[in-house]
């Protein structure tokens, strides 16, 4: 099991707790979709996971070498072409020079920005930036890859296909992923398993299995859809005055 | 408007679905080239086509067009008469004092000790602020310490060391550099902190999530992130280095300080000369812009655009 939590919980400050018993195993090369309000402490769990934060309680279980993430904005360096991104991201392993460039130029092919690799950040659009900073998490070379909302800001047509090459390459690189999202369709679309989270405190209150059925099947994954988000909705209508 | 509000009552009567996009549940490509395919028609929709950088002449031209009117209106109103010629003396006179400078060698002269201790002076400010300016905004309790003073030395104007610098080093190149420091240092090292401070914390966290040293963290992510805001510290660094130059040279005038164009100005007061004087103004002018256009500007041009940070502006 490459993720395990066990009672996690997590407060800032004397704040009201954010995360409270969030119980949860993810196996090797499972996609996950965790689904939750805004606001419910997902990037907080994340953040966790990723050991950018501490857990107030509880315990979990991370690989050894740590996580890629993927963030919401890109957070490509504008100083850098895409390339010069993705190399950083290879330097900072201290992989050799030479084989940095080979690897570079393999991972904008898989995100298919082969020819585009010499442009900078503001030359791209929001969704090729997206595929370049999936390629630099990539070029992490993690078994485990995070990502927090990384296609929220993207038109639908672009995150359609976005959706898509990441599961195209999900396939094809064996990760393991935790994918974060508040859009019930998205967790619908890629997940192979999606949890649910409430809203204060943050804990797993459900959790749903998604077949190869619900990838073509659209007739099928609506009505998961639709069944997910009643169960969302309920938990937010708990919280109204 | 009696015709607006019958489209308005059929709008609710729309089947619901038909009014939201939303992302699709399902696949939405048919396998692996029609994927490339779309995308790559996307991202030829979305991105900007290559823009070719060509020279535009209005840059150039309307300052050069500024420049003109401006003389023109000056000569206009020297040949009124209004004022005696001697105390208004008009651009052909200051043209003509010039002329007579450069004959006398003075011109070159004058120029050449300014430009040279200036520029002297602003790389040795360059050399000293760079790594207190680093060092103070990545240690917190040093900034702590130092910061408000020298934000306060930023706001004193460096003419006031003047009288101070001629007590302790007398009239002596060693006052000129005294001054220019006590102007460009605080300066560029709150360039360099600003700088710092306007980095997206978002960087820092990506620098962590790929494994950063603290070294590699300072160097990568930090330095080239704040170079802008750097870069316009340096650029008023040069600025006050420049006018507490001018500043130092007025005041400080004989010892074995040379001649340079503060000097000149105060010759001329001194003769009177309202020519010498105008041209040693128009002198100290046109080095500033000199140095802003050949040498700030295209480095900060070139910089800004490469980050994407130009479009939209009315430079
Ligand atoms: N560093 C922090 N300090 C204090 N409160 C925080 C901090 N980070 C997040 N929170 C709070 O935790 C809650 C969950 O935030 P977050 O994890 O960002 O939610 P989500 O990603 O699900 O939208 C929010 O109410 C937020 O205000
Ligand atoms: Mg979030």
């Given at each position: 099991?490459?993720v ?22 993810i ?34 279980e ?32 201290n ?58 800001a993207l ?84 919280h109204?005055? | ?82 004022k ?14 010039m ?108 620098g962590?999530?790929l ?19 750097y ?25 074995t ?18 020519s ?11 080095v ?28």
């Open positions: 099991m490459p395990v939590l066990e009672h996690l919980g997590k407060s800032f400050g004397d704040g009201a707790p954010v995360l409270d018993d969030v119980n949860a195993n196996g090797k090369g499972e996609f996950v979709a965790l689904l939750g309000a805004s606001g419910c402490g997902k990037s907080t769990l994340l953040n966790i996971m990723a050991g950018l934060e501490a857990p107030s309680s509880g315990a979990l991370v690989p050894s070498d740590g996580a890629a993430f993927m963030f919401q904005d890109a957070a490509l360096f504008p100083w850098l072409t895409a390339r010069e991104n993705i190399e950083l991201a290879l330097k900072l392993r992989v050799r020079k030479a084989e940095r460039k080979a690897k570079a130029q393999e991972l904008l092919e898989l995100v298919h920005l082969g020819t585009a690799g010499d442009k900078r950040p503001h030359e791209l659009s929001g969704g090729m930036r997206q595929r370049v900073s999936l390629a630099r998490s990539l070029a992490q070379d993690r078994q485990l890859l995070l990502m927090d909302e990384p296609f929220a038109d639908a047509i672009t995150r359609d296909l976005l959706h898509d090459e990441l599961e195209r390459i999900w396939k094809e690189t064996g990760r393991t992923i935790v994918f974060v999202t508040h859009n019930v369709r998205e967790a619908v679309r890629l997940g192979q398993r999606v949890l649910l989270l409430s809203s204060r405190p943050g804990r797993v209150v459900q959790e749903w299995a998604v077949t190869e059925e619900h990838r073509t099947d659209a007739g099928l994954a609506g009505q998961l859809t639709g069944v997910i988000t009643a169960r969302l909705r309920e938990e937010i209508r708990r109204a005055k | 408007m009696p015709s607006n509000p019958t489209p308005l009552a059929e709008a609710p009567s729309e089947p619901v679905e038909t009014r939201h996009v939303h992302a699709a549940l399902t696949r939405s490509s048919t396998g692996r080239e029609d994927l490339r395919e779309l995308e790559s028609g996307l991202d030829s929709l979305q991105s900007d086509a290559d823009r070719k950088h060509r020279i535009d002449w209005s840059r150039v031209l309307l300052p050069i067009a500024a420049l003109v009117a401006l003389v023109l209106i000056w000569q206009f109103y020297v040949s009124l008469g209004v005696r010629r001697d105390l208004v003396p008009g651009p052909l006179d200051v043209a003509a004092q002329g007579v400078l450069w004959n006398e060698g003075k011109l070159q002269e004058s120029v050449w000790t300014s430009m040279q201790r200036g520029l002297v002076g602003f790389v040795i400010s360059v050399a000293i602020a760079t790594p207190v300016g680093l060092l103070l905004a990545q240690v917190a309790p040093l900034r702590r310490a130092f910061g408000p003073l020298i934000s306060g030395l930023q706001v004193l104007p460096s003419v006031a060391w003047v009288p101070a610098a001629i007590i302790w080093f007398g009239l002596t190149d060693a006052t000129v550099y005294f001054v220019i420091f006590m102007g460009a240092i605080p300066s560029i090292i709150n360039g360099l902190i600003s700088g710092v401070d306007q980095i997206p914390p978002q960087y820092r966290r990506v962590t999530v494994g950063a040293s603290r070294l590699q963290m300072a160097l990568q992510i930090i330095l080239p992130a704040a170079l802008p805001g870069l316009s510290g340096l650029k008023q660094g040069w600025a006050f280095s420049w006018r507490s130059l001018m500043a130092a040279e007025i005041i400080a005038v004989g010892g300080i040379g001649f340079g164009l503060g000097s000149l100005l105060d010759q001329g007061r001194q003769l009177s000369d309202m010498v004087v105008m041209a040693a103004i128009l002198l100290i002018l046109a500033g812009i000199l140095i802003e256009l050949l040498v700030f500007a295209p480095i900060e041009k070139r910089l800004l655009r490469s980050r994407g940070l130009l479009s939209g502006s009315t430079r």
